[in-house]
């Protein structure tokens, strides 16, 4: 491997560092968290697939990699960038290096490189097209940048989405773990006062593992799932998951939604929030620089509180089209931007940030209770 290799953004500027992980050539948007840990959440995440992830935090792999803290069955980010990349981790539980993480997987790193001057760049100047590489000329790399698509112009969703239901833990290796252990605490069937549905469009597992924590029986669905499909497995309710990439492109999961509101309790969750807000007539825009991170600030308007929460996403929903009685029920305190939607009689909730953390404070997990107590009520009205 080359002791020097690059990033070169699409604007033409070009950042030096040192090539760790998988050798090759990577290419994404590229976005920044200010996370200070999580990197191995992170990059397992599904919302971060076809992006080129930049961690603020100026360490990196300090703990190595474990079996447990996987997100879905392999890394998502199409190449991480840091400042410094620790090859020596001191962790009980780690299993391998960062550096070995990636390099199993074949994705491509970059250490050694200032990254508050890329910050810096994207917040000034919004998230933008980059590559990887370590064996052509900065004008090389941005010709060949150039020539490639956008990001905003493909559905990584179906990419990133599981090709047929399971039930989790799963079995049957359709919702294969990156690593052993994942699952997380089991419960028997026998044990399940639910059923939920996930639709999944980037489903992280610990939105898996939390419901299942609470008494349900889980099953993931591929994004490609029509409502009567979903029906048929008679749910006590439905979540849309996250996921990566434009909710515009989305029209078939936006139908799904539609199909299913008012016929069963539904939760949206970051993605699936965007779904469910271009179900009921808003559109969604694209963020200069996204929100993401383990510390962003949201109010929820209806208890008047004010919670810390990770976020993962570069869209949001503007609120000026909605109809349908749907009304906003979260605002980010940083930008304004809707967090948050809810019906005051329909059995349905959105939120745009993560319930399930990994990374991040666990504050919001109350998120599931509130979807099951809809569960519930409906249940004891049907």
């Given at each position: ?7 070169v ?23 920044f ?22 961690l ?13 803290d ?8 199409s190449?991480?960038?840091v400042?410094?990349?620790c ?7 780690a ?78 290796g ?33 939105i ?8 349900c029986?889980?099953?993931?669905l591929?994004?490609?799932v ?9 749910p ?10 434009d ?7 936006v ?12 939760l949206?969750?970051?993605l699936?929030?965007?779904l ?17 991170g383990a ?22 929903v ?11 029920s979260?605002v ?30 666990l ?14 009520a409906?249940?004891?009205?049907a």
């Amino acid at each position: 491997m080359s002791d020097k290799a690059l990033l070169v953004l699409e604007g033409g500027t070009a950042f030096a560092g040192r090539p760790f992980g998988a050798a090759g050539r990577a290419h994404g948007e590229v976005v920044f968290s200010t996370a200070m840990t999580g990197y191995q959440e992170m990059l397992t995440d599904p919302s971060y697939a076809g992006q080129v992830l930049v961690l603020t935090y100026p360490l990196a792999g300090n703990y190595g990699i474990n079996r447990r803290d996987v997100e879905s069955r392999r890394i998502q980010v199409s190449a991480l960038v840091v400042r410094e990349a620790c090859d020596v981790p001191s962790h009980w539980a780690a299993d391998m290096t960062l550096h070995e993480y990636l390099a199993s997987e074949g994705i491509p790193g970059l250490h050694g490189v200032d990254t508050r001057a890329i910050t810096r760049k994207l917040r000034s100047f919004g998230v933008m097209m980059g590559t990887i590489t370590a064996d052509e000329s900065p004008e090389e790399a941005l010709a060949r940048l150039r020539s490639l698509p956008s990001y905003g112009s493909i559905d990584f969703v179906r990419a990133v989405s599981t090709d047929k239901p399971y039930e989790w833990p799963d079995k049957s290796g359709a919702g294969k773990l990156a690593l052993s252990g994942a699952e997380g605490p089991e419960k028997k069937a026998e044990e399940a006062r639910y059923h939920v549905a996930v639709v999944d469009g980037g489903v992280k597992y610990n939105i898996l593992r939390l419901l299942r924590e609470r008494g349900c029986r889980v099953t993931a669905l591929p994004c490609t799932v029509s409502a009567e499909d979903v029906l048929a497995l008679e749910p006590d309710g439905v979540v849309f998951s996250p996921g990566p990439g434009d909710p515009a492109l989305l029209d078939y999961m936006v139908g799904t939604v539609e199909g299913l509101v008012g016929k069963v309790p539904v939760l949206g969750i970051c993605l699936g929030h965007q779904l469910l807000g271009r179900a009921f007539g808003a559109k969604t825009f694209k963020l200069k620089f996204g929100h993401r991170g383990a510390n962003h600030p949201v109010k929820d308007l209806l208890s008047g509180r004010v919670h810390i929460t990770a976020q993962n996403h570069g869209y949001a929903v503007d609120p000026e089209g909605l109809c349908g009685g749907v009304e906003v029920s979260h605002v980010h305190l940083n930008d304004g931007t809707c967090e948050g939607l809810y019906h005051p009689s329909l059995p349905l909730l959105s939120i745009q940030y993560h319930s399930e953390a990994s990374p991040g404070p666990l504050d919001n997990v109350y998120v599931f209770d509130r979807f099951l107590e809809l569960v519930e009520a409906t249940k004891g009205s049907a």
